[in-house]
Structure formats: C-alpha cells, structure tokens
C-alpha cells in the first residue's frame, strides 16, 4: 500500500510540473502577444524604418568599404610580382608556390586560388597607376575588374566601362552583357573591335573575392 501511495504521490508531483511548464508557457506567449498589442506611439513607425534604412545603407557601405580594401590589396600583391618577375626573374612555379603558402596562411579567404595571383599581376600590369585604381578600378568588385581584364584590352575602352559600371551601378552580369551587346557603345571602338567583342560567349575564368 505504501508503495502504491508513493507511485501515486511521484505521478502527481510530475503532472503539477508539466502543468506549471505549459503555464509559464502560456504565459511567455501571452505576455509576447501583449506586447504587439502596446499603443505604439504615432512616430514609431516612422522611426522603426528610418533606422532600418539607415542600418541597410550601413551594410552596403561596410560591404563596399570590404570590396574595396580587396581590391587594392589585389593590386598591391600584383605589384609585388610584377616587380619580383622583372627584377628577380621569378617564374610561374613560383607564384604558383606563393599562392599556396597564401591560401595555407589564410584559408578563410578564396582568392589564393592558383589562378588568382595571375590576375592579380594582370591587374597591376593594366592599372600601373595607384591613384586610379583607388579613384576608379577599387570602385567596382573584384569580378568586375577580372571580367575587364578578360575580354576589354584597350586602355582607354576599358577606362569607360569602370567608370561607367560605377556610374550605372552595373552588376557583373549586366556589364558581361554590355560589353557583349554592346548596348552602349564606348568612345573610339572600331568596327573590328565591336565585332571581336560580340563574336561567340565568353566567361570569367578568377576566382571569387
């Protein structure tokens, strides 16, 4: 009998537990819907996307600040191996060993890919001057620049698609499909330029910032 009452007594301590849990709950929930159902005052709204607006444009300058410290840094290590080419002979096996201690160093970022550092080199050989690249190239993604570097072989052409990207606010697709299209047409483009420019697709071949 005793054991019985004991059972007894376990059970409905359990069971006042269970109902005190799905009380506080409730009343966790209740007290959630309540406070949707505060009187806000008349200016709330107001406020509530003013500063969510601010924090977005936030964001997007911080996400361009990021882009552009990249790039810059991209310019800088292409500079690096474009002098130590020039100067000290290096080859390709051992940019290609550089971009490997890179990528060890610091896997958390994906543009120490073999490829990459090339483009790097290629970028500083097309923009031998920091101060434009700080003006103008750090301005639009590092895609953007990589899709210049493959397809935009003249200087002053490919000077009027960065400024234009930056100007339009193109997308690296849009600008693919510019140049492809050739929609707007940049000054001093000759008739046999637009049509190696048009002919056939094409893709960029670098690695994501």
């Known amino acids: 009998m005793l054991l019985v009452i004991q059972t007894d007594a ?14 506080c709950r409730t009343f966790d929930s209740n007290a959630r819907f309540m406070s949707d159902l505060i009187r806000l005052p008349a200016d709330y709204r107001q406020l509530l996307e003013s500063l969510k607006g ?5 964001q997007l300058r911080a996400g361009v600040a990021v882009s552009r410290e990249l790039v810059l840094l991209y310019w800088h290590i292409g500079r690096e191996i474009l002098d130590r080419q020039s100067r000290r002979k290096w080859g390709a096996k051992i940019i290609d060993r550089l971009s490997k201690d890179l990528k ?17 080199r290629s970028f500083a050989e097309a923009w031998p ?21 493959d397809k935009v072989k003249d200087l002053t052409e490919r000077q ?4 234009a990207t930056i100007q339009n606010g193109w997308s690296r697709n849009v600008l693919v499909h510019q140049n492809r ?22 893709r960029c071949r670098c690695s994501p910032s």
């Not at 376990?10 to 009380?23: K, T």
């Not at 001057?129 to 570097?149: K, Y």
């Open 10 to 23: 376990r059970i409905l301590a359990y069971v006042w537990i269970m109902i005190g849990v799905c009380h």
């Open 129 to 149: 001057t920091e101060q434009f690249v700080q003006q103008a190239a750090a301005q639009i993604p590092w895609f953007h620049n990589c899709v210049l570097l």
């Open 54 to 58: 601010r924090i977005r444009a936030a």
């Open 104 to 120: 060890r160093s610091f896997p958390e970022m994906h543009g120490f890919s073999p490829r990459n550092p090339k483009y790097m």
């Open 181 to 202: 299209e050739r929609i707007v047409l940049p000054p001093r483009a000759s008739t046999n330029e637009l049509r190696s420019h048009a002919a056939g697709p094409w």
């Open 160 to 163: 009027w698609y960065v400024r």
